[in-house]
Nanobody
Framework: QVQLMESGGGLVQAGGSLRLSCAAP????????MGWYRQAPGKERVFVAE???????KYADSVKGRFTISRDNALNTVYLQMNNLKPEDTAVYYC?????????WGQGTQVTVSS
């Protein structure tokens, strides 16, 4: 079982910023893409962003230009910087690591954006 340690999240007003962090075991982090999905109440879990081991990034259209994903190889940690947050960004955010073609998930962290 792969354990991911998430932190960050919370309550913020629209237009504000938050940063999420997700740490993975070193041997897994160094060889695996990582990223984030989110799940709003009553909705399916959807892709937000991903970063490969080379640093190549992908984003959902809904967050492009507002969210930035990055990885710190020394700390085995991935970050999601979320700026200009909107009420529709409210969701539980789940970190994932794609290890040998299988996704492993963090426990999730709540992000709430008030209008």
């Amino acid at each position: 079982q792969v354990q991911l340690m998430e932190s960050g999240g919370g309550l913020v007003q629209a237009g504000g910023s938050l940063r999420l962090s997700c740490a993975a075991p070193r041997d897994i982090f160094s060889v695996s893409p990582m990223g984030w999905y989110r799940q709003a109440p009553g909705k399916e879990r959807v892709f937000v962003a991903e970063i490969g081991t080379s640093g190549k990034t992908k984003y959902a259209d809904s967050v492009k230009g507002r969210f930035t994903i990055s990885r710190d190889n020394a700390l085995n940690t991935v970050y999601l910087q979320m700026n200009n947050l909107k009420p529709e960004d409210t969701a539980v955010y789940y970190c994932f690591v794609n290890y040998y073609l299988r996704n492993y998930w963090g426990q999730g962290t709540q992000v709430t954006v008030s209008s």
